[in-house]
């Protein structure tokens, strides 16, 4: 049975160090492992015998750690010391779970790796042992956001203490170039030891534990390049050599590295914003009905069948079914469309959408991670920790650059010397090199403009299902539409009814009714519809049979009924008015027949209007030099009529949903990159056979499930905006790469040569990877079409 896991790391400090867990977890039989350094979580695939528990040993042996949380669950319905017992020893099988059940403070306090169990994992084992659970009421949910302001607040004190610690030094730094000593050597080695003491440990511990973990990463080549200045210094400064020190140099670059890592955390955090904005949309707090009062509950205590009051205002907690009241729902966050949606009683409201005016009362149906909120969020955690294959160029360069900088520096030191003849000269070479290596810019070059890209795109209702969905979409060059539910409302009505001479419109509905009253297919829904609005009941069937992508079979008043398409009635000999039907077709309708034994009993004309967008999205399709191709199974005339009006020339019609797949496939052998935009159960397999999988939001979860691109809005636009985005995000890493490669190989020979000092190499590997971020970040002014235009007609 697989598993997958999807945890934070703590520890990482570069690019290298993120390929290091990588490798190790690789190497355990059942995982396959992806750690982003970027947003420093593990994402973990397990098989076979593989646990979660041998996952995070691993880890751990690899010199980094986990992120762990802790919580008090309020317990119900233990009578003693062995109920207790038992809910402790339930919680203490959760994998990488230690639990502790106070059973007089009625209490559980439970230690855990989020990503790895839920508190709703808990929750759920101890109600279905037969107790109930809760997290207590002070609980503070655990936010990311929190807890990263929280480390970055202590990185910020650590570089003051260590600026104010270093700041003499820099003095002395600029009274060298008048060629005077303003401090003595001992406060300078006093200084210095107290900021490679205290300013460097993080720096050390890191260090150390790559090394131990038969690694090295950025922090063993900063560590070496200001440990050989420093000892080199105090060396001279105790055994009272006549030589240079570089006290000052060691300082300065640890300061400077210093604040380029703060600038840089600073600068990450923003890169999680878009996610974590549809995170803060969650209310903590519930109002629940509990008989005739209304008390307040933690959302994470709700559960399925529980009512609650939604006030003006207020975000709906979880997802739900409104059970009285109306009112203005603003989805936004789910569909990027700001027009709020009225809803009323047996309407479906969703967590995190904002009520706008009227008071609801409401019924949970989804809760924790069942919720369309949760599984956005899900979804855009797990393409911000994919990897793009652009990204594979600069894994296999960050694998060796490490050691590849260790050989470069040695051989500077070793070469200078034997060249200058000045071992100082060569040391501070050496050093310049050692500190100017940057794998962090180039670990960091794909996954930012990835997870800014994802987070805009989440927030415009557009979600990318991984990162290589991200970057194949701008490479696309046919795009095969779907006809009904894509191109057309998916809303078909009756517009003609036609039955056959001594039978009545009402036994024509009646039976047409009766034969389709079980089905979910729009054709079906509209054609009962009709039925119910002309006042005719449908007539009692048995033994239904449905012939896929043809029509069905049942018996009526002991007779073969059949209703389908004309094809399906003719080839089992029924005849059929095809000037009519031809007629229909040739209007753009679709035809249905309905016969009573060999007998007709008349044909139904149903019309599905384009969608408004439709015309103008095939063209902008087209100006962006793209194929765009219309599959459907409808007969080929209708079919031809709804291409021409929308402005598409390549048809597939009469397709079968078994022969979906094979047409796309069919493209894709000829050379073509296909991306296949459908709603439906039928286009499932499409959607999976295409190169990317595009899937209107408003259709079904089958086809949602299967696309690598989900458009939560009901709007062809919205393909266009995600082509958009695509083409945006991959310009970002583009951007990055260049800047990351040149940086290093222009840099580096420049140490190599002696030509920078440590100083100015500290400066310049402290700014490249906040330079990366902040270009990535330059993302954020990418705009949907719908809100470019809102913004440009204000």
């Not at 802790?70 to 809910?87: F, H, K, Q, T």
């Not at 020893?89 to 007089?104: D, I």
């Not at 962090?440 to 403009?449: E, I, V, W, Y």
Request: net charge neutral; proline share 4%; hydrophobic share 50%.
């Amino acid at each position: 049975m697989s598993q997958e896991l999807d945890f934070a790391v703590e520890g990482m400090s570069c690019a290298a160090c993120a390929a290091r867990i990588e490798k190790v977890l690789n190497r355990i039989d059942g995982v396959a492992a992806r750690v982003n350094f970027a947003n420093a979580r593990a994402q973990v695939d397990l098989a076979g015998d593989a646990t979660p528990s041998a996952v995070v040993e691993a880890v751990r042996r690899s010199g980094f750690d986990v992120a762990g949380r802790e919580v008090d669950l309020s317990l119900g319905g233990m009578s003693c010391a062995a109920c207790a017992a038992r809910i402790e020893k339930l919680l203490n099988r959760l994998p990488v779970t230690e639990a502790s059940v106070n059973f007089a403070a009625e209490r559980a306090h439970v230690r855990f790796v989020p990503g790895i169990v839920s508190v709703e994992d808990m929750i759920g084992r101890i109600e279905k042992a037969g107790f109930t659970a809760r997290l207590v009421d002070d609980e503070v949910p655990d936010d990311p956001a929190v807890r990263r302001d929280a480390a970055w607040r202590r990185e910020r004190r650590d570089f003051v203490i260590t600026a104010l610690l270093a700041a003499p030094l820099f003095i002395e730094m600029a009274a060298m170039f008048v060629h005077r000593m303003l401090l003595p050597l001992w406060m300078q080695f006093v200084l210095a030891t107290a900021v490679q003491v205290f300013g460097a440990r993080h720096l050390y511990g890191r260090a150390w534990n790559a090394v131990r973990g038969g690694s090295a990463n950025m922090d063993v080549l900063v560590v070496l390049g200001t440990g050989i200045a420093y000892v080199f210094s105090s060396v001279v400064f105790l055994l009272g050599l006549h030589q240079p020190v570089y006290f000052e140099a060691s300082a300065t670059i640890i300061t400077l590295i210093s604040l380029g890592r703060l600038l840089e955390s600073r600068a990450k955090n923003r890169t999680s914003a878009g996610i974590e904005r549809l995170l803060h949309l969650r209310p903590a707090i519930a109002h629940v009905v509990d008989g005739e009062a209304i008390i307040d509950r933690p959302v994470a205590s709700l559960r399925v069948g529980d009512v609650f009051v939604v006030r003006p205002g207020e975000s709906v907690p979880v997802d739900a079914c409104v059970v009285a009241g109306a009112s203005d729902i603003d989805e936004s966050m789910l569909t990027g469309e700001s027009v709020p949606v009225l809803k009323r009683e047996k309407d479906e409201i969703f967590a995190g959408t904002m009520n706008a005016n009227g008071t609801l009362r409401a019924r949970a149906t989804g809760v924790g991670a069942d919720t369309a909120l949760s599984r956005i969020v899900q979804m855009v955690e797990q393409a911000q920790g994919s990897k793009a294959p652009m990204q594979r160029l600069a894994d296999r360069v960050s694998g060796v650059f490490v050691p590849v900088v260790l050989g470069l520096a040695l051989l500077t030191f070793l070469v200078g010397w034997a060249v200058t003849g000045s071992a100082s000269w060569s040391l501070i070479s050496a050093v310049s090199v050692l500190v100017i290596a940057c794998p962090c810019s180039l670990g960091l070059a794909t996954p930012t403009a990835i997870m800014v890209g994802t987070g805009k795109g989440a927030q415009a209702g557009i979600l990318f299902r991984h990162a290589e969905a991200l970057e194949r979409a701008q490479k696309l060059t046919t795009l095969v539409l779907d006809k009904t539910g894509t191109l057309t409302e998916g809303a078909p009505s009756v517009s003609d009814v036609r039955a056959a001479p001594d039978v009545g419109i009402a036994r024509l509905l009646a039976v047409a009714a009766g034969l389709e009253q079980d089905s979910e297919h729009p054709l079906a829904r509209a054609i009962v519809a009709h039925a119910a609005a002309e006042k005719v009941a449908p007539v009692s069937v048995s033994g239904f049979q449905a012939v896929p992508g043809q029509g069905v079979t049942a018996q009526v008043d002991g007779q073969s009924a059949r209703l389908g398409a004309p094809r399906f009635l003719r080839e089992n000999g029924v005849a059929l008015d095809d000037a009519r039907i031809a007629d229909w077709e040739a209007q753009g309708r679709t035809v249905i027949a309905v016969a009573l034994g060999d007998r007709p009993l008349g044909l139904i004309a149903l019309a599905d209007r384009l969608r408004p967008d439709a015309v103008a999205t095939v063209r902008a399709l087209h100006d962006r030099g793209l194929r765009v191709v219309m599959l459907t199974g409808d007969n080929a005339r209708a079919a031809a009529r709804v291409a021409q009006e929308a402005g598409i020339d390549d048809v597939m019609a009469e397709v079968l949903p078994g022969e979906k797949a094979d047409r796309v496939s069919a493209l894709r052998r000829d050379g073509a990159v296909v991306g296949m935009v459908g709603d439906g159960i039928n286009d499932a397999p499409a959607l999976a056979a295409a190169d990317i999988g595009f899937a209107i939001g408003a259709g079904s979860a089958v086809a949602i499930d299967t696309a690598d691109v989900v458009l939560m809005r009901s709007e062809l636009t919205g393909l266009l905006d995600a082509l958009s985005l695509s083409r945006a995000t991959l310009a970002k890493i583009r951007q990055n790469l260049f800047f990351a490669f040149v940086y290093n190989l222009l840099g580096l020979p420049l140490a190599a040569l002696g030509l920078l000092n440590p100083i100015v190499a500290g400066a310049a590997m402290a700014m490249s990877s906040v330079s990366v971020v902040s270009n990535s970040l330059l993302l954020n002014r990418w705009r949907p079409r719908q809100l470019a235009r809102t913004a440009g007609s204000r």
